[in-house]
């Protein structure tokens, strides 16, 4: 392998799959039931490469060599493919103001240690995914096109996590909502299926405005949208945006106004792809889509491309501590809603939809915290979550293949007995999403917890930051150090130190947010455990579509599911008491800013927090237990007990009545409103105004031939005798 | 190669389809299939000549300093004084027009092929005399002879509306023409005007563009209340033709009319090329010889641009007729040119001039594929339709494409263009307007880019209802979609979905003729997306001149405003 540069490596990563998605659509009608093979040979070759930088990155950065005082470097690598689109000087005439002097996007993709993580996530879970749909898909007659969408996107996905640059990232942003609306449309003659896509693509489409604008400001506010450094044709260093230059640099983040409006459209954007409130509503619509794809897009990979994004800005969130901490209560709100909302699913996989929303509303939480902590937490959840959410859906897939398409809980029961293997892993991925020790949720949502606490309880952790860790280096006009930053962002930037949301960035609220998540892992334990009862315990029944064959699913679908088990109860356990991954993720360029790297703290692991997080975890199985174990799943629910709640909770707190009452209806009119303008008022208007000369014309009667020809020869012969005439008049 | 010049290369380019159109005639009695044959090969042996010599033009270093390509010209009407001449060239402003006229004229015959029964001849020769225009209008580097070709592009489209259109093509053609011909005859006496005073000041009566632009820059036309405006006047004469032709809103609503109402080939041309010759006039024409004026105009036009982004957008959503709602949406796409265009920064009108070629593309692949659809089932009602990814995948695959470059779907050429006018919009409003103008600025440029997510909405509402679900409508009746589709190009994982799925009996898949007239749009839908900077680059130097005049104008504008608030503030 010495003779494969490490860049070669990297472009392979997404390139091998783009090529088996190609392959698959060229061959897949000779391939035929083979189709699936362009397309997980392209994955398991990318995957192997994945690994490989993955393990030459942590080489690299030395994880375990040096000790954890020790402060991290850097690490990172780019290459550039090829120059997407350039402008030279484009800056605008008597544009003095605009730090916008060039506009040059280059197809560049870079390797450190949060790429490198998320790749081999991305490849692997997308391997599993795409052996486990050899069995799900046999015999659907898109076979070949399901196969071609999983491998594309994988392709942007691993290209998204790759991008060294904002217009690229944005791309791909888009790119993989694409194959999310190819996917979820894919039985596209269900009528639902394709409402559903359509309403994922548009949602998605609000919080790429977010990103697109915030695309816009990052360009005129630091004159690049590069990540890393790049040198001119003169020699010139233009300082990219999370490069290792203003990295150094404390006071190189704009915050205030601008910085302030540049991380609520992040925000905005993450909210949309991660299914954050309030843009969180296509997400459960999104099931409709083959359960493979809503394992790989809508639980482990796609939907945490807005976590990616918060910590890979993690600098320019730092310098607006407001902004950071309305990340924590996004998220610590859609945690609880969320969870609340799935306690009363009867929809297996809905269930599952809504615990996605609501783990990663726990990644935000811990995300807004700001500190190293909170950062490497939420991308530890990201990793486990990917299991053991992974290892959930393929069981719940499992359980739709055998029961002939019905995935409603009420419908069947006990089916530990026909399916044990299924029953067995998906109690261990039950296990990890609940938080029970020691399976791999346990751990990282321990850590999660942990980074609320140190910031509701600061003295309880023996560290001193203020109410805000990172307010402090927080750019402000007067103290840039690179020239770049516009003086007009200064003005924005320079009245107000920070923007009124600092005033959210007070330990009450954490301490609210961390009550909140507290309840929302008791929530979590109930309703996983609610599913895992009323689907594997009580009598045994089975639908009347299942037919006479239910029973346990082929070896290509059960032997993805042991491996996302044996992940699910090992990975958090390992991953946290070597504390490798969280060590390797603080080389990572974002992680090193001074603002960041400053709330370092030793690996501890928290015994307060530990036996809180058992304990809402135990009652909320017990509580499960009580309502579910043994019992029929048709028979009387536990939200009986609710009230009123219930009907909010089985409604979805209204947010689509809302959504269509607020914005959709009214749109709609406007529009209504808006063609009837056309037709009769502005077209009215021309109508009434072309019979003027009709009318005129009427005199002349017997000009009108009716002919356009000799109206088009009148007109021309017309204008030049006047063209003649006024050439004569000039010339005098 | 020496003995082919590029200008004889320029000149037979041009001169080929008006050649194709006498063999066209002379086979007219052979039959139907004698013509289209003839058509198809004209359109394709111009198009071979266009690429070629668009290859010439890119291999000339030459032409990277903004020099133009292939010059012909001969005296033409020289009396006295008076010099008009034949004067032919390529630049950067025309090239890709050039090619995309070419390009699309393939399509209009492909998609004509069975379409048209009804007197074949006479609509070939007029598709083929149409293609000499739309070629001879870019190239055109004299005023008079510009104008020729303008109005040789209206009289041929106007008989295939008024006799190859659907049931209201009378009224729609007749409206096209009157619109049309009124606007572009004020802008005709704009032309002369500027073409007056030049020769006023400088004593020759020149109709090259070139010596205009420049003589406009030694004696700019006034723009004083002294000079009764007179610049202004012109500005406003040339719009009247341009504004109705881009369509800006409000002067849009024979569009809808001509493109509902006309063949699809017509519509090809009409939705592809036609269009962008408002844009193409403000960049050879008002901008450069009217800086001033323009840039009084600027923050006007730019609002009308956004107002014709949500406007058109919003019309398009409660649409029923699929047509009618893709030519509502070039209302919308047409307004972010527009926009792009008088943002006046040089990101945003190098992508206002890349997306007239990338709107071509995606809107004459939509009108394309909905005439298809046409001849499959006989309706363009939206609820009537239903199902099509079963019954014609391939078709539904390229609907699908269209789609996604027409609501700028990254790495597709739509959304180069879109966001490049996007971002330069947002930098004129961030930092390059007075104190007074920046709030209205920012306020259009959110709603533009809001505009991208109503412009999903039509769009994939249209695609929800006409491609997905279950059919609605019998596949097909009497005379048309009675082949299967061919093997031969239907491979591939694009099968139909698993429940309710047609089976083959239903299929009505594209034919070789209709994959001929959308794949190659298809291939620079990907080409311009992935490696942008190709297409940007020969461009560059043409916009940047033709602008940089009213730009430095808009600036200077600007710069007036703010002193002159500042004054206001500091003494009140």
């Not at chain 1, 579509?545 to 064959?549: I, K, L, N, S, W």
């Not at chain 2, 008002?286 to 010889?289: A, E, G, K, L």
């Not at chain 2, 491609?467 to 019998?474: K, V």
């Given at each position: 392998m010495n003779d494969i540069s490490p860049s070669t490596l990297l472009a392979l990563v997404p390139l091998l799959p783009l090529v088996g998605a190609i392959l698959t659509v060229a061959l897949g009608r000779v391939l035929g039931s083979r189709a699936h093979l362009p397309a997980i040979a392209g994955i398991a070759a990318a995957f192997v490469v994945a690994v490989m930088l993955l393990s030459g990155m942590a080489r690299e950065v030395g994880v375990g060599s040096t000790g954890h005082d020790h402060a991290a470097k850097p690490v990172e690598m780019v290459t550039t493919l090829w120059q997407w689109a350039g402008i030279g000087d484009a800056a605008a005439p008597g544009d003095g103001n605009s730090a916008a002097k060039a506009f040059a996007i280059p197809v560049a993709l870079r390797l450190d240690p949060l790429t490198a993580t998320l790749l081999v996530i991305i490849t692997g879970v997308g391997l599993l995914v795409a052996i486990y749909s050899i069995g799900y898909m046999h015999g659907d007659p898109g076979y070949p096109r399901f196969f071609a969408l999983v491998s594309a996107f994988v392709f942007s996905m691993s290209m998204l996590v790759a991008a060294s640059n904002f217009l690229l990232v944005y791309v791909f942003w888009e790119a993989v909502g694409a194959c999310s609306y190819l996917l979820i449309g894919f039985w596209f003659t269900k009528p639902e299926a394709a409402k559903a896509a359509k309403k994922a693509f548009l949602v998605n489409r609000i919080g790429d405005f977010g990103l697109a604008v915030a695309t816009f400001l990052l360009w005129m506010t630091y004159g690049t949208l590069n990540f890393h450094d790049t040198t001119l044709a003169d020699g010139t260093l233009v300082p990219g945006i999370l490069g290792a230059t203003r990295l150094a640099d404390a006071s190189a983040y704009v915050g205030g106004a601008v910085g302030t409006a540049i991380c609520l459209l992040f925000l905005l954007a993450a909210c949309g792809k991660s299914a954050q409130l309030p843009l969180h509503v296509w997400l459960p619509d999104a099931m409709e889509g083959p359960t493979p794809a809503s394992s790989l897009i809508?639980?482990?990979?796609?939907?945490t491309a807005g976590i990616y994004l918060v910590a890979r800005t993690a600098p320019l969130f730092e310098a607006c501590p407001g902004a950071l901490t309305l990340v924590s209560i996004v998220g610590a709100t859609t945690a609880l809603v969320a969870a609340l909302i799935g306690t009363v699913q009867n929809d297996l996989k809905r269930v599952l939809a809504y615990s996605t929303i609501s783990q990663l509303g726990y990644m935000f939480a811990a995300l807004g915290t700001g500190t190293l902590l909170g950062f490497t937490a939420a991308i530890f959840h990201l990793v486990t979550h990917a299991f053991f959410k992974a290892l959930l859906f393929m069981g719940a897939g499992s359980v739709m293949h055998a029961m002939g398409g019905v995935i409603d809980m009420r419908r069947f029961g006990g089916l530990r007995r026909v399916m044990p293997i299924t029953a067995a892993t998906f109690l261990v991925g039950a296990l990890a999403l609940a938080g029970v020790a020691p399976f791999a949720g346990f751990f990282s949502k321990d850590e999660i917890l942990a980074s609320l606490h140190s910031r509701g309880w600061p003295d309880a952790h023996g560290e001193h930051h203020d109410a805000a860790p990172a307010g402090g280096h927080a750019a402000t006009g007067a103290t840039f150090h690179l020239a770049s930053v516009t003086p007009d962002a200064a003005q924005f930037a320079g009245g107000a130190r920070g923007s009124a949301l600092d005033a959210l960035n007070t330990p009450a609220t954490w301490r609210i947010l961390f009550w909140m998540s507290l309840v929302t892992a008791a929530l979590t334990a109930f309703y996983t455990f609610r599913a895992v009862f009323m689907t594997f315990t009580g009598p045994t029944r089975v639908p009347d579509?299942?037919?006479?064959?239910a029973h346990e699913s082929p070896p290509s679908m059960t032997i993805p599911l042991a491996i996302l088990a044996a992940l699910s109860a090992v990975s958090g356990w390992w991953l946290f008491s070597t504390h490798s991954l969280a060590s390797f993720l603080a080389s990572t360029p974002s992680f090193t800013a001074p603002a960041v790297a400053s709330t370092a703290t030793p690996p501890a692991f928290h015994w307060d927090l530990a036996i809180q997080g058992t304990l809402a975890a135990a009652i909320g199985i017990v509580v499960a237990a009580l309502g579910h174990l043994g019992r029929r799943s048709d028979g009387p629910q536990m939200e009986r007990f609710l009230g009123p709640l219930e009907t909010l909770f089985a409604n979805r707190f209204f947010f689509d009545q809302i959504y269509s009452a607020l914005i959709v209806k009214p749109l709609e009119m406007v529009a209504t409103l808006a063609a009837m303008i056309d037709r009769h008022l502005i077209d009215g208007l021309v109508d009434t105004i072309a019979r003027i000369p009709v009318a005129l014309g009427s005199v002349v009667r017997h000009l009108q031939s009716g002919l356009v020809q000799r109206y088009a020869l009148a007109g021309v012969i017309g204008t030049l005798l006047i063209v003649l005439a006024l050439v004569a008049r000039a010339m005098g | 190669m020496n003995g082919f010049s590029p200008s004889s290369h320029l000149l037979l380019t041009i001169a080929a389809p008006l050649v194709g159109a006498v063999i066209a005639w002379l086979l007219g009695s052979r039959g139907v299939s004698a013509v289209r044959q003839s058509a198809a090969v004209t359109t394709l042996v111009t198009l071979a000549l266009a690429a070629w010599l668009i290859v010439r033009y890119l291999a000339d270093p030459a032409t990277a300093s903004g020099l133009p390509y292939g010059l012909v010209e001969f005296p033409w009407l020289t009396e006295g004084i008076f010099d008009v001449r034949f004067s032919l060239g390529l630049d950067g402003l025309s090239l890709w027009m050039f090619g995309l006229a070419a390009l699309l004229s393939v399509t209009a015959v492909f998609v004509s092929w069975d379409a048209i029964k009804d007197r074949p001849v006479g609509f070939y020769v007029l598709l083929l005399v149409l293609e000499a225009a739309m070629l001879g209008v870019f190239a055109a580097r004299d005023v008079i002879l510009f104008y020729v070709f303008f109005e040789f592009t209206l009289v041929p489209l106007f008989f295939l509306i008024g006799i190859?259109?659907?049931?209201e093509r009378r009224k729609a053609a007749v409206k096209f023409f009157i619109y049309t011909l009124t606007g572009s005859v004020l802008t005709f006496l704009g032309l002369l005007t500027i073409v007056l005073w030049h020769a006023n000041h400088a004593g020759v009566v020149t109709f090259d563009i070139e010596s205009l632009v420049d003589g406009t820059k030694i004696h700019p036309l006034p723009m004083t209340a002294a000079g009764g405006w007179l610049q202004m006047v012109v500005f406003l004469a040339l719009l009247a033709g341009f504004a109705v032709k881009v369509p800006i809103v409000p002067f849009h609503t024979w569009l809808p009319l001509a493109h509902v109402e006309a063949p699809t080939g017509g519509s090809v041309d009409l939705a592809g090329v036609l269009l962008k010759l408002g844009i193409y006039g403000f960049l050879r024409f008002?901008?450069?010889?009217l800086p001033e004026a323009t840039a009084v105009a600027a923050p006007w036009l730019f609002g009308l641009g956004v107002v014709g982004i949500v406007y058109g957008a919003l019309v398009a959503l409660v649409q029923t007729d699929l047509k009618r709602l893709i030519a509502y949406s070039s209302v919308s796409h047409m307004g972010y040119i527009v926009m792009g265009l008088f943002a006046l920064t040089p990101v945003a009108t190098e992508g206002a001039n890349l997306q007239l070629v990338n709107h071509g593309l995606s809107s004459a692949g939509l009108f394309a594929l909905v005439g298809m659809i046409y001849e499959r089932f006989h309706t363009r009602n939206i609820a009537s339709l239903g199902g099509i990814a079963s019954k014609a995948p391939w078709l539904a695959v390229f609907f699908m494409l269209f789609t996604f470059s027409s609501i700028g779907l990254p790495g597709l050429n739509g959304f180069v263009g879109e966001f490049m006018i996007l971002l330069g919009s947002f930098q004129r409003a961030w930092s390059g307007v007075s104190p007074a103008w920046q709030f209205a600025y920012l306020v259009m440029a959110l709603l533009a880019v809001a505009g991208v997510v109503l412009g999903a909405w039509y769009m994939l509402w249209a695609v929800e209802r006409v491609?997905?679900?279950?059919?609605?409508?019998?596949p097909r009746s009497a005379g048309h979609g009675h082949e299967p589709g061919h093997a031969d190009h239907g491979h591939g994982g694009h099968g139909h979905g698993g429940h309710g799925a047609a089976d083959d009996h239903d299929r009505c898949d594209l034919r070789w003729h209709e994959l001929a007239a959308v794949l190659p749009l298809a291939v620079f839908v990907l080409w311009i997306g992935l490696t942008p900077a190709t297409f940007l680059a020969p461009a560059a130097p043409a916009v940047r001149k033709a602008t940089a005049a009213s730009a430095v104008a808009f600036a200077a504008r600007m710069q007036a405003e703010t002193t002159a608030t500042v004054a206001r503030i500091t003494n009140p």
């Open positions: 809508h639980a482990a990979t796609m939907v579509e299942a037919g006479h064959h | 190859w259109g659907h049931d008002s901008m450069p010889m491609l997905f679900g279950g059919s609605r409508e019998p």
